[in-house]
């Protein structure tokens, strides 16, 4: 395998220490989702993530981390259903608002002027101007520190057509990635499928 410039360099720099308190954004980037849930008169809210993951594909679960103090915590626990929105760097605005902005207090349907259209088989909407969206039923939950996982059933799943074939065509779409505070990146689109050999097991 060749060593790159940056592998060299590696081998010669010190390990510096970072602090508990940040050490989570040493996993950042990570992709941001927008969540969009409703209370009990069906009005609904959008709240921007950064900690969500696939959980499970048979059952087909993801799981999505959210402090109690969040106002979509007390929904998502009351109406036990949600919708995961993928966001492209078109909406990194709208994204950084519904973030920064707590649904208590705040219409973030109507400030961002995202439009919330029926989902197909959950109550919360779907937002229109995102490209993607995970339909999602509660299927459990449990406390980790500080956060709730939010482990949800994935029960319909679509995307906006020419933009996913199995994997995201990212010449087509630029998802949004957190670094850390009011910081974002996105993907340049460049692709590698490194080969490598199968022993007589396939493994
Ligand atoms: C880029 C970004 C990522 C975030 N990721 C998370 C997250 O994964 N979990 C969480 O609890 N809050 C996260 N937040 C904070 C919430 O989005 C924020 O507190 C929001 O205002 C809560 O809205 P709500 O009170 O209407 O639920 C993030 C904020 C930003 C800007």
Redesign the pocket.
Known sequence: MNQTIDETISLETKKVDVAFSSAYRLLHP?Q?VLVS?IDSTGKA????????MPASIHPPLLV????P???????IEEAKEFVVNIPAMNLVKE??F???????K?D?FKETQLTPLPAKIVQPPIIKECVAHLECRLHQQTTTGD?TLFIGEILAAYADEGIFDGKYNIHKTKP?Y?MG??D?TTLIPEITSPHIELNRNGK
């Open positions: 990570k941001v849930c809210n959008v709240i921007t993530l950064a900690w969500c999505i981390s959210i402090a103090k969040r106002y979509s915590h007390k929904l994204t950084l519904c973030g920064r902005r707590t649904g208590r705040h973030k956060h949004i957190h505070g009011d974002f």
